[in-house]
């Protein structure tokens, strides 16, 4: 059974961090590569970060490098994002999502599943 939830989405004030969390089942989570994406209204889904099933070399968009890290637990089937020093323009949806193949994942093409996605508020 197929199987994403995002938690740990709220509001926060800019300059805070916010960890968020998505569980998988094992099914969705063993041998994939991860990634969380975020959409604001009336704009397309963005790429935020990956991390490959051996969770080495995880790859960040250029406005969240240095200030978000992914992460993931493979014995709980759990990936992490955590997000430090919060700006307003981070306010958005964020969707967790398993990638088709181990690594490599960095487009939304490459991803089959999808979470319902968590609400993150950044107050200015």
């Known amino acids: 059974q197929v199987r994403l939830v995002e938690s740990g989405g709220g509001l926060v004030q800019a300059g805070g961090s916010l960890r968020l969390s998505c569980a998988a089942s094992?099914?969705?989570?063993?041998?994939?590569?991860m990634g969380w994406f975020r959409q604001t209204p009336g704009k397309v889904r963005e790429f935020v970060a990956t991390?490959?099933?051996?969770?080495?070399?995880?790859s960040y968009a250029d406005s969240v490098k240095g200030r978000f890290t992914i992460s993931r637990d493979n014995a709980k089937n759990t990936m992490y994002l955590q997000m430090n020093s919060l700006k307003y323009e981070d306010t958005a949806v964020y969707y967790c999502?398993?990638?088709?193949?181990?690594?490599?994942?960095?487009?939304?093409?490459?991803?089959?599943?999808w979470g319902q996605g968590t609400q993150v508020t950044v107050s200015s």
């Open positions: 999502a398993a990638c088709l193949y181990a690594s490599g994942c960095s487009s939304s093409s490459d991803y089959r599943y």
């Open positions: 094992r099914r969705t989570f063993s041998n994939k590569g």
């Open positions: 991390s490959g099933w051996k969770g080495i070399s995880p």
